[in-house]
């Protein structure tokens, strides 16, 4: 039997993702009252039950994110060091990456990122600011006028209901699943050249034309020994499959080069032999557009070679790679999304299979029976994949500002930099990365500039008391391509629980923040103070 509950929070977090546990945190260490609700086992979002290692800019050491977000980084780091059998050469790294791979500078384990967030969450709920509902999904909302009054959310293993009225509502879900439920206005897919003005826009609206999802892996390496999975239903269709501007299968390892969308000829080398230390991200390394590239180490997140010798017989290897992006239909506003995100994870295990049995070795021979899923690590779902598909596009709102290509593209703005905002509340850097989409576009990788988040890309036209923590801000299909990326979420979902706690002190509401000069620069002191950086330092060749 179905029970039904209801409770009230001054602020409701739909979603545990980065935006919405950055939210949870700042509204609780103000003074708030907060429920947040995840629909995984793991809180986390990209970076915990998506299983994707963070992709960020080659600033990142020294500026370009928030405080908070670089003591998320520090803490990372810290747990390896004080858990991990580390060697003492990467112990003593300031910039210790446990996978030394070659995307990003902090390549780790899931499970870490789940323990630092757990962690800092936990005064917050053992005081009762912050009540955690996991594996709860929204799946009503009751909105009057321009407020959303009460979310009801379901919890997935019994069917049980909890109505949650609250304040202040924050959408912090990968999707943007509030923006339905609460009839928020909101777009999806690509906005025309027309509407946007955007070089890269297409000719006409593509509401259903998305970037792929991803459903991540895990794997290690056990020469010797026979871990090969069972052959997935929709192999055949897999290896079968063709799209315009892809260089044959998936099942390869030939792609597309993101630019020049000629093919690249990638190689998979378990294990590789050589000083961790020696790989930098590829924004950092000067060898990268000669070099062939090891798949294995591009998002790897254990290098055995960082820890004592014998504690990790392997590295361990994150699969986020294109060959297991999912473009045959958006797993959003389409009546068979459960049905495209199943053939996702068909997609993922497909590769796996093709790995064990059939990829050519450089001996002559094929396939490496010895790669063992590693489902433990993150989140122990039935198939070993990824609790949860890696979202790269969402619903986004229709704000108060919507950021177009035009403002922060380098061929667009060229010496000008970025687009300056009077109501910057962040800032970010990503080059616009668009990968094949559900409509058949190839890969869009356009240059883009250090930017700024605008508050008027936090704020719907119209509900007043509900703000966006995610992939859902005021950006088009094409800057989405920029600003999906973590620090820009974390970013966000920081800020919005900064305004939320300005305007129950100041007894306003979030657009007059923004419309108020004295308001507005009263509440830029205070992110400035709490270590939210508003704009870029001058940055040589930017």
Known sequence: MVRMRNTHAKVLVVGGGLGGVAAALTAARRGL??????????????LTSQAVPPDEHRWIEQFGCTATYRQLRTAIRDYYRQHY??????RADRRLNPGAAKVSDLCHEPRVTLAVLEALLAPHRAAGRVELLLEHAP??????????????????????LLTVTADWVIDATETGDLLPLAQVEHVTGAESAHDTGEPHAPATAAPSNMQPVSVCFAIDHRPGEDHRIDKPARYQHVQEARIEHWPGSQL???????????????????????????????????????????????????????????????????????????WEGPVIDVPDADRHVEQARQLSLSFLYWL??????????????GLRLRGDLIGDSPDGLALAPYIRESRRILAEHTVTEQEIALEVRG?????????????????IDLHPSTGADPYIDIPCLPFQVPLGALLPVRVRNLLPAAKNIGTTHITNGAYRMPLVEWNVGEVDGHLIAFCEQRGCTPSQVRSRDDLLTDFQAELSAAGVELAWPRVAGY
């Not at 009252?33 to 990209?46: A, K, L």
């Not at 799946?139 to 959303?148: E, F, G, I, Y």
């Not at 064990?356 to 029976?369: I, L, V, Y």
């Open 85 to 90: 059998p580390l060697t003492e050469t990467a």
């Open 415 to 431: 010496d000008r930099g970025a687009l300056a905002h009077r109501d910057s509340v962040g800032v970010g850097m990503y080059r």
């Open 33 to 46: 009252h907060v429920v947040m609700s995840e629909p995984t086992r793991w809180i986390g979002g990209v």
């Open 356 to 369: 064990q049995n059939e990829a050519p070795r450089p001996d002559g021979g094929t396939g490496w029976p």
């Open 139 to 160: 799946v009503a909302a009751d909105a009057d006028r321009d407020a959303v009054q009460a979310v009801t959310l379901e919890h997935l293993p019994s069917g049980d």
């Open 252 to 326: 390869s390892f030939v792609a597309p080069h993101p630019k020049l969308l000629t093919p690249v000829q990638h190689f998979f080398e378990p294990n590789p032999a050589g000083d961790p230390s020696e790989i930098r991200p590829d924004y950092a390394d000067e060898r990268v557009g000669t070099m062939d590239r090891n798949l294995w180490t591009f998002r790897r997140i254990a290098a055995r070679g960082n820890f004592q010798p014998g504690a990790y017989p392997s590295d361990i290897t994150l699969v986020n790679w294109p060959q297991i992006d999912y």
